[in-house]
């Protein structure tokens, strides 16, 4: 398995860059992870836009799906150049009736409801969900094929939950929106230092954190994960490759 960061920031994206998103890849299978802005530009680094499998989105806040009715065009111009592509299934909670059938267009997309009691397979993959404590429903993730795991904990504050939803797994990819001078203060979201508590616990291999401000230097939210967690763990670099292997 391997896990590519196509974005990195909470919020907005910086100027070139793309809001907190990922890539899956597996036996030729590409499943995309949250959608928002600035996500299409640079996904297409990486495979076309029509290669894409799968979407699976966390929550309906503008900086996980800015970027659908973009996709879902590119869809449609595609069918109506008479290259259509499969209708591609996006995955979401459907806690938010508008925004879940938004997920549906022109049946060049489809939208598939997930629950955070689901265990829902999605080409190779095993995938399974958490609620997590944000301002609207939200859904952390994890990743399962041939034995090694991802698990995204998509936008949430501390939540014990978590801990036994990510037990074990390879790789980490936690949300680290806030310096430690902000714990507390910003509903909905984590410091370095619990990504860090949230890895030692859960005794992960690796922890990448992800969705990082974008005022101040990031690096001070790394090192705040690392007074805590003792193994790997980095910012997440786009276009980087995370390989998973058995």
Same mark, same amino acid.
């Given at each position: 398995?391997?896990?590519?960061?196509?974005?990195?920031?909470?919020?907005?994206? +910086?100027?070139?860059?793309?809001?907190? /998103?990922?890539?899956?890849?597996?036996?030729?299978?590409?499943?995309?992870?949250?959608?928002? /802005?600035?996500? $299409?530009?640079?996904?297409?680094? =990486?495979?076309?836009?029509?290669?894409?499998?799968?979407?699976?989105?966390?929550? !309906?806040?503008?900086?996980?799906?800015?970027?659908?009715? /973009?996709?879902?065009?590119?869809?449609?111009?595609?069918? !109506?150049?008479?290259?259509?592509?499969?209708?591609?299934?996006?995955?979401?909670?459907?806690?938010?009736?508008?925004?879940?059938?938004?997920?549906? !267009?022109?049946?060049?997309?489809?939208? #598939?409801?997930?629950?955070?009691?689901?265990?829902?397979?999605?080409?190779?993959?095993?995938?399974?969900?958490?609620?997590?404590? =944000?301002? #609207?429903?939200?859904?952390?993730?994890?990743?399962?094929?041939?034995?090694? /795991?991802?698990?995204?904990?998509?936008?949430?504050?501390?939540?014990?939950?978590?801990?036994?939803?990510? +037990?074990?797994?390879?790789?980490?990819?936690?949300?680290?929106?806030? !310096?430690?001078?902000?714990?507390?203060?910003?509903?909905?979201?984590?410091?370095?230092?619990?990504?860090?508590?949230?890895? +030692?616990?859960?005794?992960?291999?690796?922890?990448? $954190?992800? =969705?990082?401000?974008?005022?101040?230097?990031?690096?001070?939210?790394?090192?705040?994960?690392?007074?805590?967690?003792?193994?790997?763990?980095?910012?997440?670099?786009?276009?980087?490759?995370?390989?998973?292997?058995?």
């Amino acid at each position: 398995m391997k896990v590519i960061p196509i974005g990195i920031w909470g919020g907005f994206p +910086k100027a070139n860059g793309a809001t907190s /998103s990922f890539l899956l890849e597996h036996d030729g299978f590409h499943c995309l992870v949250d959608c928002g /802005s600035g996500v $299409l530009a640079s996904l297409q680094n =990486h495979l076309p836009l029509e290669a894409l499998d799968a979407v699976v989105i966390s929550h !309906y806040h503008a900086d996980h799906i800015a970027d659908i009715g /973009s996709l879902q065009y590119s869809r449609l111009i595609n069918f !109506y150049l008479g290259q259509p592509s499969s209708v591609l299934p996006i995955y979401g909670h459907d806690k938010d009736r508008e925004h879940f059938e938004k997920l549906s !267009y022109k049946e060049r997309t489809v939208g #598939v409801a997930i629950q955070e009691t689901d265990i829902v397979q999605i080409g190779p993959f095993e995938v399974s969900f958490c609620e997590t404590t =944000h301002p #609207v429903y939200c859904l952390a993730m994890k990743f399962q094929v041939a034995g090694r /795991s991802v698990t995204f904990t998509a936008d949430t504050e501390w939540r014990d939950e978590l801990v036994a939803f990510a +037990k074990g797994t390879d790789l980490l990819v936690s949300e680290a929106n806030l !310096y430690e001078e902000h714990l507390g203060k910003a509903p909905g979201h984590m410091a370095g230092s619990e990504a860090g508590k949230l890895a +030692k616990l859960a005794e992960v291999k690796q922890l990448v $954190l992800t =969705h990082l401000p974008l005022h101040g230097e990031p690096r001070d939210v790394l090192q705040a994960a690392k007074v805590v967690f003792e193994g790997p763990a980095e910012l997440a670099e786009v276009g980087k490759t995370y390989e998973l292997n058995a």
